[in-house]
């Protein structure tokens, strides 16, 4: 009986540990992956805002989108703003999505400026030539690329010639931060931890040869909004 009585305690540590084991490990959520859940959440909210309506319309045109959950512009005088940034890309023959690639964003500016705006970003890349531009170690926007802010309303319509076309929206409110001039990085460090060894932009969004299943929702939220006519 006694030694039933002992099992019964190991078992139940082990349980124990077990369950901690699990904890910590969702504790441990790698930054990367905050960031592409957050990604999500953002394309999401877009793709389902009545005011989105231009973007949901022409999500299907673009090669890629430029996805920044949090970009943040604070300062008095001299300021900027700045933020972490996935791209995912589709391939034009077979429509499939790819990606996450990391990038850093950041901006300066100089004028009166008052405050802190946090502001979630989605930009569509239109052009094959705004893709090239992102694959590449930095681009500007506004210089490499043309950019402009997208229409919002529910009944926006109109053709954009432009190679990036932006949504944005702090708070609540439509309009958000302005990317144009903000200089996009690639992270190299976050796209090494996050498929577990070193990859270009190319190997993520062109060759597909890198690919980590933690980001399938991401893809698979956009594909079926691309897909929808």
């Known amino acids: ?13 082990c349980a124990l540990l077990l369950l901690a084991g ?3 490990a969702a504790l441990a959520q790698s930054e990367q992956q905050k960031l592409v859940n957050a990604a999500e959440s953002t394309l999401s909210n ?10 949901q319309e022409n999500f299907g045109r673009a090669k890629g989108a430029l996805i920044a959950p949090e970009v943040v512009k604070a300062g008095f005088i001299f300021g900027g703003s700045g933020g972490r940034a996935v791209l995912i ?4 023959k077979t ?8 990038y850093v964003l950041a901006t300066a500016s ?4 008052a405050g802190v705006e946090v502001s979630e970003t989605v930009a569509l890349v239109m052009t ?32 954009i010639i432009t190679d990036l076309v932006t949504f944005s929206r702090g708070k609540g409110v439509y309009g958000g931060v302005n990317l144009d001039g903000t200089a996009v990085t690639v992270s190299d460090e ?3 931890a996050y498929y577990k060894k070193k990859v270009q932009p190319s190997d993520i969004l062109v060759t597909m040869s890198a690919h980590n299943k933690e980001a399938d929702k991401l893809l698979g939220d956009a594909g079926r909004a691309a897909g929808k006519k």
Request: net charge positive; hydrophobic share 45%.
């Open 89 to 92: 890309a589709r391939d034009p």
């Open 46 to 55: 877009f793709l389902r805002d009545p005011q989105m309506t231009w973007l």
């Open 110 to 113: 100089v004028g009166f400026q």
């Open 190 to 192: 976050w796209n090494e």
């Open 128 to 159: 094959d030539k705004a893709l090239r531009a992102l694959l590449a170690t930095s681009v500007k926007l506004g210089g490499d690329a043309s950019i402009a802010a997208g229409p919002v309303g529910a009944g926006a319509k109109g053709d």
């Open 1 to 13: 009986m006694k030694n039933q009585s002992v099992s019964h305690v190991a078992q139940a540590f």
């Open 95 to 102: 429509g499939k999505w790819a990606g996450p690639a990391f």
């Open 22 to 24: 699990v904890n910590a």
